[in-house]
């Protein structure tokens, strides 16, 4: 699903009148480039025309657009704004915007986010846009010399026609058009190729989203499962019953090796204090101890330092007791 492009205000609203200027700024150099090599012959041969394409960063209205264009005696063409490079259209656009910058290239108006892009010579010419005598007559106005090879000799028609039958024969291997098609062809294998690569990434995009999803409702599921397992140990301080104490174990084990809770540290903490808390209630100090430890270590912030202390210092006195407790037994035994 695209995402809906905000109005001209919003935008501002949003980012801010500096922005604004960077954008218009960026635009400006960008296409200010195009315009001023737009009569270049390589560029006239490969791009003859530019088409006109709104919504770069907000909604603008394609029907008052399509107005501009048809006052500036521009034509449409499937719907599409298109023209020749060195149509006078260019020149008038920004003169229909009362915030208009005066500039032949877009942006054309302060309140526009229209933008330019290329259009081949096979479909401005199948399109009408222009025709196959003012293309060859715009190329004809460039000087001709002939292709040399290494040494300096002109090569030969018969070689050129060898390497580009050669030439359209590996593209048409790789999904290209086939060898001497017509520019129609050309432009509709063009067509079909774009097609099947939006619906390609059309693919890509839903099988992406699906995973997005999946891994969304299993991080939920665990965030779920930890507030279960923590309301359990609550309202249930022993652990008699088999099955609960099965599903608290396979439960813990789940939430202190997840790999959902690694942007959320709280809740990774709060697993391990989980875990301290169900060996707290069967009496396992040592265990509760390396729990509440872990538990610090990934959020320090969590108010455990003195129950670690606490807990610590009890367990130290435990063992003191304990080695007390086999002294006197020992001494016993040897009277």
Same mark, same amino acid.
């Given at each position: ?158 070689? /050129?026609?060898?390497?580009? =039958?050669? &030439? $359209?024969?590996?593209?048409? !291997?790789?999904?290209?058009? *086939?060898?001497? %098609? ?106 509760? /101890?390396?729990?509440?430890? =872990?538990? &610090? $270590?990934?959020?320090?912030? !969590?108010?455990?330092?003195? *129950?670690?202390? %606490? ?25």
């Amino acid at each position: 699903m695209t995402a809906k492009l905000p109005t001209f205000s919003e935008w501002v609203s949003n980012w801010g009148e500096a922005r604004l200027a960077e954008r218009i700024l960026a635009g400006q150099k960008y296409n200010r480039l195009k315009w001023e090599h737009r009569n270049e012959e390589i560029a006239l041969m490969q791009t003859p025309a530019w088409e006109l394409r709104l919504g770069v960063y907000w909604v603008e209205d394609v029907s008052e657009w399509h107005i501009r264009w048809a006052k500036c005696g521009g034509k449409l063409f499937e719907g599409r704004m298109i023209a020749a490079k060195w149509d006078g259209i260019w020149e008038k656009l920004s003169d229909t915007f009362s915030n208009g910058l005066g500039q032949p290239y877009p942006p054309y108006a302060r309140s526009s986010c229209a933008d330019w892009y290329e259009i081949d010579a096979d479909e401005a010419i199948v399109l009408g846009t222009i025709s196959e005598a003012e293309y060859k007559e715009q190329l004809a106005a460039f000087p001709s010399e002939p292709l040399l090879d290494r040494d300096g000799k002109p090569i030969s028609k018969e070689l /050129l026609s060898e390497v580009l =039958r050669e &030439l $359209e024969e590996n593209i048409h !291997k790789h999904g290209g058009p *086939r060898p001497g %098609a017509s520019r129609a062809e050309r432009v509709a294998n063009k067509r079909q190729r774009q097609n099947e690569a939006i619906a390609q990434m059309q693919v890509t995009t839903e099988k992406r989203n699906q995973e997005i999803i999946k891994q969304r409702m299993e991080q939920a599921a665990m965030f779920n499962l930890l507030e279960d397992v923590e309301r359990s140990l609550r309202e249930t301080l022993t652990v008699h019953n088999d099955q609960r104490w099965d599903w608290l174990c396979e439960s813990l084990k789940k939430l202190t090796t997840t790999n959902d809770f690694d942007r959320y540290p709280s809740w990774q903490a709060r697993a391990w204090v989980a875990c301290a808390e169900m060996h707290s209630s069967l009496g396992s100090e040592s265990d509760e /101890l390396l729990c509440l430890q =872990r538990a &610090l $270590e990934i959020s320090p912030q !969590k108010p455990l330092k003195k *129950r670690i202390e %606490a807990l610590a210092q009890k367990i130290v006195n435990n063992e003191a007791s304990s080695d007390s407790s086999q002294t006197t037994n020992d001494a016993n035994k040897t009277l």
